[in-house]
């Protein structure tokens, strides 16, 4: 069984930072694209950001220049730096992989459990 768990969130004021983590544990063959989303308290749930197994990154307009994403191959985990956060980005926060699990050739979607940024003006 593949798990994913986040950690890093918490409450900050407006143009502060912080660095969520997600560290995937189990057995598995490898980890293709990981991808961090967030889900605001009207569950609109939207890509953030998003980092392939060869470290191509996309993401969403409203972050771009302020939230950096990058991974650990050895470590299995995918990071989220945060900064010059805006009350907007209050959210929980998902960590999401692409995991083969079974076979080397075949991928399926992994969550994690949440963790929840609350930003304050």
């Known amino acids: 069984q593949v798990q994913l768990v986040e950690s890093g969130g918490g409450l900050v004021q407006a143009g502060g930072s912080l660095r969520l983590s997600c560290a995937a544990s189990?057995?598995?063959?490898?980890?293709?694209?990981m991808t961090w989303y967030r889900q605001d308290s009207g569950n609109y749930r939207e890509m953030v950001a998003r980092?392939?197994?060869?470290?191509?990154?996309s993401y969403v307009d409203s972050v771009k220049g302020r939230f950096t994403i990058s991974r650990d191959g050895a470590k299995n985990t995918v990071y989220l730096q945060m900064n010059s956060l805006k009350p907007e980005d209050t959210a929980v926060y998902y960590c999401?992989?692409?995991?083969?699990?079974?076979?080397?050739?075949?991928?399926?979607?992994?969550w994690g459990q949440g963790t929840l940024v609350t930003v304050s003006s």
């Open positions: 189990g057995s598995f063959f490898s980890i293709n694209r």
């Open positions: 980092i392939t197994s060869g470290s191509s990154t």
């Open positions: 999401n992989a692409l995991v083969a699990v079974q076979r080397p050739d075949t991928y399926r979607e992994v």
